[in-house]
């Protein structure tokens, strides 16, 4: 325009989006592609029609600032929203809606069209006709995209085939080859969470954190996850110093408040744990996982007695959230109310049916993360109280073992093996102990104790089935199982309360039991 050149329809815009966006290194080949588009249109006659063709296949960058098969601004704008959203656990109305736009703006716009499929294959299943369409515009696409979004069609058509160790390893290839890249992270991070890879996830997420840069705004909540992974890894003081790191700069960070929760409930007195939590309750109530970290002030409220506070807890923040779409809320109420059968609390009917009703719509529904997971909660919200009481629930109960069995012989995923060795095996034992069969709830659980990590959650999660592990033993009388199982889990938890209690109460069995009558 200096040079009084006429400008193409279109050029100024795109100049403009590319100055506005950050100039991170990209892979070799992919920001030398994109500006050299830039330099070309400056040297050449800008008037002439090779040129003004040429303007209109240029590759905009993302929030990661890669290059992307898009030509719509308002499009990548969609997406940068929605990933941004994923990080900060700030989208309670879901994410399909801004890709669905994004998509109508530019169908081409392949990365968004992966994010679609992902998020829809989390809720349905490949044969579904919506997520059968995708999957197959981007094989067609394959080789029309960049190489970075090839490995994403990759990465999307293995979680298709519930191929998750599969996929991961192409996610992670991702963040090695293009180490800007957050939407490989991002699911990568997910994906380890779901199958018990710690180690992975903790290195996945220190390249993260040293590869985004501060100004983004992510950044925070990059650092939350990274430590989060940290203290999955028992690395907890390291684990707070970079959890406090990422509050301090974006106090309003739901997924840094959840890893503070965890790393409380280890080292610290749980006093502390309320008072951290309750003190930023507006940082968090409003986030996707609000449900989740009430329900680790709920496990604070049992821990110090206050049952009164952790119904009310229960009742303001989880029941809400309970309904057949919302997994996650669903395996959060069952979980604390389990916690509380098994330590005798009983936390009313009307609380389990709100549970039961919409978790036993997913009977037989297979999930794409977590199946097995999943499973042992739906088992929870059926095999409560007397299960021998209730028709009903047993018929269920005996409904949903059948299902399992069947998911471990006969799917293709790859958590099939994790259904065999754990999911069958502890539904079974969660079944026994709601039809009183303790000796059979120990005998189950003990053999799998070093094994329940490969069912993903965290480590505060996976303890409900040690703590029905150990009040099984104590009620088969098998005092020196509960004790062993007891003393390994107050070495990691040293303040907890709740094991003193069963400790003091197993001691006193002990010693009822050595005193003549």
Known sequence: RRQGKRQ??????????????????????ETNHLFDHICSLHRCKVCSSPCSRKIMNIQLVDLSGLTVTCNSPKAIDLCNTVLQAMYSCSNTEGFLPSLNQALQLDPDFILARCMTITLQLEEGTPS???????????KKSYNTVLEREKRHIDAVLAFSEKNIPKALDIWNDITVHYPQDKHALKWAFDAYL???????????????????????????????????SLEETNQRDLAETVCRQGIAIQPKNPWGIHTMCHVIEEEREVETGVDFVTSCRSDWKD?????????????????????????????????????????????????ILWRLNVLGIDPGEKRWELVLKPFSANIGRQYQLEHSFMETHLMMSLAYGKISASSTRLALAKKMIKSIEEYAETTVSSDCKVADM??????????????????????????????????????????????????????AEDYVQAMACIVELKAQKPHNKTLQRLQDQVLTLMHEEDTPA
């Open 8 to 29: 193409v329809p279109g050029q100024k815009k795109v100049i403009k989006t590319l100055l506005l966006l950050p100039s991170y290194d990209c892979a070799p080949g």
């Open 128 to 138: 579904d006709p919506v997520v059968s369409s995708g999957l197959e515009i981007i």
């Open 194 to 228: 779901t199958i018990g890879e710690y180690e992975k996830m903790r290195d996945l997420m220190s390249r993260g954190v040293h590869y985004c840069p501060k100004e983004l705004p992510i950044y925070p909540y990059v650092l939350s996850l990274y430590a989060f």
């Open 287 to 335: 986030s996707s996982i609000n449900h989740h970290i009430a329900w680790h002030l709920m496990l604070y409220y049992l821990d110090l007695n206050q049952i009164d506070n952790l119904f009310q807890e229960f009742d303001d923040m989880l029941v809400p959230n309970l309904s057949s779409e919302n997994s996650f809320a669903l395996l959060d109420a069952s979980a």
């Open 422 to 475: 754990l999911g069958a095996p502890l539904c079974n034992a969660l079944l026994a102990y709601g039809e009183e069969r303790f000796s059979d709830v120990v005998a189950l659980i003990v053999p799998l104790k070093y094994d329940i990590i490969k069912l993903g959650g965290s480590w505060a999660q996976r303890q409900v089935y040690l703590i029905t592990l150990i009040q099984a033993a104590i009620k």
